[in-house]
């Protein structure tokens, strides 16, 4: 198993940008795809973005593309999610999540979850 913790959220101005880390630890860091979800108040969670273990293949929502980059470091044991040109539909709780071995699918079957960390952008 891994262990998650998320940081970095916090109440930005629309237009402006954030930088999510995701610390892990408890097994090869590099052996697990990593993604990021986020729950908007009210709303089910949603698929944010994706990265293989080597970081060498991305996955966007359609929603975030072009506007927010996943990547990690595989020797600090971390991934980040870089959010630029927020809105105020961004607001949410952002989630990373870990799963063993492949990318594919992207968008499901995560097994391990962090706490999560608040972002709000004002309307």
């Known amino acids: 198993q891994v262990q998650l913790v998320e940081s970095g959220g916090g109440l930005v101005q629309a237009g402006g940008s954030l930088r999510l880390s995701c610390a892990a630890s408890?097994?090869?860091?590099?052996?697990?795809?990593m993604g990021w979800f986020r729950q908007p108040p009210g709303k089910e969670r949603e698929f944010v973005a994706a990265?293989?273990?080597?970081?060498?293949?991305?996955v966007y929502a359609d929603s975030v593309k072009g506007r927010f980059t996943i990547s990690r470091a595989n020797a600090k044991n971390t991934v980040y999610l870089q959010m630029n040109s927020l809105k105020p539909e961004d607001t949410a709780v952002y989630y990373c999540?870990?799963?063993?071995?492949?990318?594919?699918?992207?968008?499901?079957?995560?097994?391990?979850w962090g706490q999560g960390t608040q972002v709000t952008v004002p309307s």
């Open positions: 990265i293989t273990g080597s970081g060498g293949y991305t």
């Open positions: 408890g097994r090869t860091f590099s052996d697990y795809a």
């Open positions: 999540a870990a799963k063993y071995g492949s990318i594919n699918p992207p968008r499901v079957s995560y097994t391990n």
